[in-house]
């Protein structure tokens, strides 16, 4: 087994991903949160609104490493993603400050919804891009 770039880019890929899981799982417990009235929607906003950047950066750098190290499936498993980051930050509520969620229109019953679905389906998908990241991982060590 000789460690390559490829292994070397599914590696940092498993442990964005780790990231990636943890900030979907905040932000389905955030809007489970303000869905039961337990938490401020300004207060909210205010802890979701700065994980919003890095979770992208974490998501396009890690698929730019898969662009340098030629692992095209997985690029095209993650180019929906980006594509669905790009447009939902483009057309972002007008707002002083980076993020995505805003505290005055938060906790409109459909938007609530929609967040927290959201917010499910990123779990899933980071979940299942996890363990396809640990057998591409596998897969790279084995056939160098």
């Known amino acids: 087994m000789a460690f390559n770039f490829p292994a070397c880019t599914y ?20 809007f489970d949160e303000l869905k039961n009235d337990s938490k401020n929607p300004i207060d909210q906003c205010n802890s979701l609104n700065p994980l919003v950047i890095p979770e992208y950066i974490l998501h396009f750098f890690s698929n730019l490493l898969f662009l340098f190290g030629g ?16 447009s939902k930050y483009r057309n972002r ?6 993020g995505l969620y805003d505290p005055t229109s938060i906790m409109n019953a459909d938007k609530l919804n929609k967040y ?4 499910w ?5 980071y979940l ?12 790279a060590l084995i056939t160098a």
């Open 93 to 98: 509520p007008a707002m002083s400050g980076f």
């Open 121 to 125: 389906i990123k779990l899933a998908f």
């Open 11 to 30: 590696i940092v890929a498993m442990i964005t991903d780790a990231f990636l899981l943890f900030f979907s799982v905040f932000h389905v417990i955030a």
């Open 128 to 139: 299942f891009s996890f363990f396809y990241y640990l057998y591409g991982m596998i897969r």
């Open 71 to 86: 692992q095209w499936l997985s690029i095209a498993i993650n180019v929906p993603l980006m594509a669905y980051h790009i």
């Open 116 to 119: 927290q679905r959201e917010g």
